[in-house]
C-alpha cells in the first residue's frame, strides 16, 4: 500500500479572485493619440462620426444649404456648390485620420484584452488540473479509509463471533 499523503500536503486550488485581475497590468497602454485631453476628445469626435445623430444633422444641414442657394435665399454658395465640396474635403480630410487613429486604437484595447482573456482561461484550465489532481488525492485517500474501515468491521465480526463462541463454551456460573 504507498504511504498516505497528510490532507495537509495536498495542493489547494488557488482562491477566487475578480474578473479583471489579468486586465490590470495592461491599463496603462498609451494609445496613437495618448491619454490626454486631447486624445479622449480625438476619439470621442472619430466615433462620433459613425452615429445616427451625425449622419442625420450633416444630411439636414446640406439639404438646407443646397435649398437656401438653389432658391436664391442667399448666394453666398450658388451651383455647383463649391464651397460645400470644400467643406466637405476638408471634413474628410480630418475624419478619415481620426477615425483611423481611433480604429488602431480600438485594436490594440482588443488585441490586450484578448491577450488577457487567453492568459486568464490558461489559469482556469491550470485551476481545474490543480482541482483534479486534488479530487484525485481525496478520492484515493477516501477509497484507502473505506478499505480500512471494512477491515477493521470484519475484524470486529471475527472477535464478536469468537466472543460468542468462547462465552458459550463456558460452563454456567451457580
Not at 475578480?18 to 486586465?23: A, G, V
Not at 485631453?37 to 469626435?45: D, M, P, T, Y
Not at 484515493?140 to 477493521?152: V, Y
Amino acid at each position: 500500500m504507498p504511504a498516505q499523503q497528510p490532507l495537509s500536503e495536498i495542493p489547494k486550488p488557488p482562491t477566487v479572485a475578480d474578473h479583471l485581475r489579468f486586465h490590470r497590468p495592461h491599463l496603462h497602454l498609451a494609445a496613437p493619440f495618448g491619454n490626454n485631453w486631447f486624445a479622449l476628445k480625438a476619439e470621442a469626435f472619430a466615433r462620433f462620426f459613425g452615429t445616427p445623430v451625425f449622419l442625420m444633422a450633416q444630411t439636414g444641414i446640406v439639404l438646407l444649404w443646397i435649398v437656401v442657394n438653389a432658391f436664391g435665399l442667399t448666394q453666398f454658395d450658388v451651383y455647383p456648390f463649391i464651397l460645400l465640396n470644400l467643406a466637405f474635403s476638408l471634413q474628410a480630410a480630418y475624419a478619415a485620420p481620426l477615425i483611423l487613429l481611433a480604429q488602431t486604437r480600438q485594436a490594440e484595447r482588443d488585441k490586450v484584452h484578448a491577450d488577457a482573456d487567453a492568459e486568464h482561461r490558461e489559469a482556469l484550465a491550470s485551476s481545474a488540473a490543480a482541482s483534479t489532481v486534488t479530487l484525485l488525492e481525496l478520492l484515493r485517500q477516501n477509497t484507502q479509509l473505506t478499505e480500512l474501515s471494512q477491515r477493521l468491521t470484519e475484524r470486529i465480526e471475527a472477535l464478536t463471533i469468537e466472543m460468542h463462541r468462547h462465552l458459550l463454551q463456558r460452563p454456567p456460573q451457580a
